[in-house]
């Protein structure tokens, strides 16, 4: 069983800072991907950030040079630092870890902003 859990959304100001948490435990294979997605209401879900166990990140356009993302291998955990934040920036956060062809899901954590 593999179990993954994100902390850390809230209500924030346009132009201010979030850091969201998530942390995996279980059967965890070394070899693996941990990221970060989005969804708006009546959106789909879309890639925000995803780093590998071998440190390799990737960015959507949207929040580059805004959000980094980065891990702790030894914690299975992986953070989002969300800088710069805009009204489209709204959604529901996944965090995913995906490893031998399939994804493993948290529940979500809300992340607004809004003045």
């Known amino acids: 069983q593999v179990y993954v859990a994100e902390s850390g959304g809230g209500l924030v100001q346009p132009g201010g800072s979030l850091r969201l948490s998530c942390a995996a435990s279980?059967?965890?294979?070394?070899?693996?991907?941990m990221g970060w997605y989005r969804q708006a209401p009546g959106k789909q879900r879309d890639l925000v950030a995803t780093?590998?166990?071998?440190?390799?990140?990737n960015y959507a356009d949207a929040v580059t040079g805004r959000f980094t993302i980065s891990r702790d291998n030894a914690k299975n955990t992986v953070y989002l630092q969300m800088n710069s934040l805009k009204p489209e920036d709204t959604a529901v956060y996944y965090c995913?870890?995906?490893?031998?062809?399939?994804?493993?899901w948290g529940q979500g954590t809300q992340v607004t902003v809004s003045s």
């Open positions: 780093v590998t166990n071998r440190d390799i990140r």
């Open positions: 995913g870890l995906t490893f031998l062809r399939k994804t493993y």
């Open positions: 279980g059967s965890i294979f070394v070899i693996n991907t």
